[in-house]
């Protein structure tokens, strides 16, 4: 390797490097926060690793509101939401991606579209609609509101996925007498398959963030996500309650974290499934 | 090589959809409601602290345990997004009878015709305990639109052994600080030269602090003209107060620049360090102050200083107010009038660390306490006013567009007197008159 070649690879590294500190500082502050007494935190010379570390934070938080219950909200509307995003979006990308006419033009011009409708500007209608259907405070309101807010881009991402699979593996497939269904469900679907997880990603972490739909529409405690829960430590003029915040945020990032760990899997596992026609 | 691509994909989405249908399938319906022919009031508490919280649940308890036919559910808002969810379930039909919110953000709500005028139905107790320009952060065209229960001044909390040690006159609620003794105490306190400041101003929203502490010295700011249309004036009485901030900063260097654009809570651990002697804060700060304070640490709480008008300054009370849509108004208000005893808001006001506006309730020997200053708030009760701009139609843009921004250069010597009084005015008064035609 030339010396150029390993002061290049050297950068490369030192700025990973860089953008991992970056990535990590906030959640690496937000631990060290959650173990702190109420005292350290109001210091001003803050350390990373407390000096006097504390459980009380996270007792007080579950004390004060029902985490779990929360948790298990958001996680239902968070996983059901994704599952069915996934599944609408995949047959609906297929044809998108390889039946280009007008009608599959006119809908990726709505999917982007439908992208810069901001949240005030579509609540009230979709509060009034899932009223009529007696959906106000009540989960599958909520994921069915998830489902729509996360469809379009899904479908974006998922036709992008769909054209990077070649057209030349389903001509054989249909050589060897395959029909369309078998052909997407055999051929295309296994190709698609990181694609599919990564958009599931996408719309799971879209749900379990979401913070003011469920705000909006869900109204008793027992139905109420972790985004909404969190909210109540914070209270006027932005004062907060900062131990037990970071205490439960903390916890509120452990879901996703794991389903973001056995899903990394599964994306590399999928990029080298199926993609040679023996 | 088919068979095995037959069987990978299919069991998977079988078991997503299978999974997918459950969870839609169990626990996911929507609230039945009672229907046992009692009513039941929905009351949206913004209560956040445990205390706090505590408080309201009991009373809740309490009534539900006394009124039998009258069932109150207790529902938890946050202050946090406390507009636009109201502003959805009202549009939506489906909004709380009983709403916990703070009197500057009423005004929309109550032109919009969606809280119900309650003056009529509450009882004279309650009308005559609250002091009328308490009343007046509430009403608005004459119908009074929530009941306002508690406040809060802003007050100096300051380092009491940095205090004593610099033989400064120590103010009390019966001599308070004038503007330009604050200004020569805190350059006494600290010029900065050794890190140390006499004052830290957290200004990161600086228009209601310099608003609501102008009225101190007969600031006004927003004219109410016969026609009933408002205009913006910067006279010499508006000047006083963010003169004084103004000169700490460029001229003295007694108050830090770098807090100008923090919160309240931004500053504490400054405070704690020893490196301001004190800051304007909320009453309710001390709370935390009890909390995060190093051992050791004594803090006391002083009146913010005063001008011409004494110790007036504006305040926006948290309110209790009805729902038009509510078909109970009345229950709603008699409930209101419990939750309101002089007993409850001692209750309410401790919690939240805060002053109630009940006459009854500040008399009470738990709010004068000399324990975390008590006394010295509830002293200031009285000269608690409305702020100066919470029934201005257009504030909240000019507020945003104008005055912030303005504020915050002049506060931090980017602009001078003239261009300040420029853009709030001249500019100011083009946002309003278009709320005004």
Redesign the interface.
């Known amino acids: 390797m030339t010396r150029t070649k390993k002061s290049t690879r050297a950068a490369q590294y030192a700025a990973l490097a860089a953008y991992l500190v970056f990535l990590a500082f906030p959640f690496l502050w937000l631990i060290s926060t959650a173990f702190k007494p109420a005292r350290e935190l109001g210091s001003l010379h803050p350390t990373w690793i407390p000096e006097d570390p504390t459980l009380d934070n996270f007792r007080q938080a579950f004390d004060e509101q029902p985490l779990l219950r929360a948790a298990g909200n958001s996680l239902i509307a968070a996983l059901s939401a994704s599952l069915i995003a996934v599944v609408i979006a995949t047959p609906m990308a297929y044809v998108m991606a390889r039946h280009r006419n007008r009608v599959s033009k006119a809908a990726t011009g709505w999917v982007v579209i439908s992208q810069a409708f901001p949240f005030v500007l579509i609540i009230i209608p979709l509060f009034l609609i899932l009223k009529n259907l007696h959906l106000i405070n009540s989960l599958l309101g909520l994921i069915m509101v998830y489902v729509v807010w996360s469809l379009p881009f899904a479908l974006w991402m998922l036709v992008g996925y769909v054209r990077a699979v070649p057209a030349e593996l389903e001509e054989a497939a249909a050589v060897d007498g395959a029909s369309k269904v078998r052909t997407f469900v055999s051929v295309v679907a296994p190709l698609l398959a990181p694609g599919i997880v990564a958009t599931a990603m996408f719309a799971f972490i879209t749900a379990w963030n979401e913070f003011f739909f469920a705000l909006v529409l869900l109204k008793t405690p027992e139905k109420q996500t972790l985004p909404v829960i969190l909210n109540r430590f914070i209270g006027t003029e932005g004062v907060a309650d900062l131990g037990p915040l970071a205490a439960a945020a903390f916890l509120a990032t452990i879901p996703s974290l794991v389903i973001f760990a056995i899903i990394q899997k599964r994306i590399t596992g999928g990029m080298l499934a199926g993609a040679v026609k023996a | ?2 068979t095995s ?2 069987r ?3 069991p998977r ?1 079988l078991t ?2 299978g ?2 249908l459950a ?2 399938l169990t ?5 039945s409601g009672d229907d046992d022919g009692k009513i039941t009031l ?1 009351f949206q508490s913004l209560a ?3 205390e706090s ?1 505590d408080a309201n649940k009991a009373l809740v308890d309490e009534w539900n345990a006394t009124h039998p036919d009258v069932k109150v559910n207790y ?2 808002g ?4 406390v507009h ?2 109201l502003l ?2 009202f ?4 909004a709380p009878d009983i709403i916990h919110d ?1 009197s500057d953000d009423l005004a929309d709500f109550a032109y919009g015709g969606y809280l119900a005028d309650i003056g009529d139905l509450l009882p004279e107790r309650l009308t005559s305990d609250i002091p009328e320009r308490s009343w007046e952060t509430a009403t608005f065209g004459g119908k009074v639109y929530g009941v306002p229960f508690l406040q809060e001044p802003r007050v100096l909390i300051a380092n009491a052994t940095w205090l004593k040690k610099s033989g400064v006159r120590i103010p009390t609620p019966e001599k308070p600080w004038s503007w330009a003794e604050f200004r020569s105490v805190t350059k006494e306190l600290g010029d900065g030269k050794d890190g140390k400041y006499g004052v830290a101003w957290p200004l990161k ?1 600086p228009v209601s602090a310099t608003l609501n502490l102008s009225l101190s010295t007969g600031g006004k700011m927003f004219h109410r003209g016969a026609d009933g249309k408002v205009d913006v004036r910067f006279d010499a009485a508006d000047q006083i107060m963010p003169r004084t901030v103004h000169d700490q900063v460029n001229g003295d260097g007694s108050a830090s620049g770098t807090t100008l654009g923090m ?3 931004d500053t ?3 405070f ?4 301001y002697a004190m800051v304007p804060l ?1 009453f ?2 001390r709370q ?1 102050i009890v ?5 050791g640490f004594d803090w006391q709480v002083l009146p913010a200083p005063a001008g011409a008008d004494g110790l007036a300054q504006g305040v926006s009370p948290q309110t209790l107010s009805v729902s038009e849509d509510s078909p109970h108004k009345k229950e709603a208000a008699a409930f209101i009038d419990f939750f309101l005893q002089p007993d409850n808001m001692v209750k309410l006001a401790r919690g939240d660390w805060m002053l109630p506006t009940g006459a009854e309730a500040l008399k009470d020997p738990a709010l004068r306490t000399e324990k975390d200053d008590w006394a010295v708030g509830t002293a200031l009760a009285e000269h608690l006013r409305p702020a100066p701009a919470q029934s201005v139609r257009g504030y909240p843009e000019w507020k945003d567009k104008v005055a912030t921004p303005a504020f915050q250069e002049y506060y931090s010597g980017a602009i001078g007197l003239d261009e300040l009084r420029k853009r709030l005015v001249d500019d100011g008064n083009l946002v309003l008159a278009r709320y005004q035609r």
């Open positions: 090589m088919r691509r037959r990978r994909p299919t989405l997503a959809a999974a997918a969870l839609l626990g996911c319906s929507g609230d929905q956040w602290q445990k919280v529902v938890q946050s202050w946090d997004s636009d969810q959805t379930s549009e939506g039909g489906e703070a929203e919160g309240g809570s504490l651990p400054g704690f360090g020893g490196k909320g309710s700060y935390q909390q995060q304070a190093p051992k």
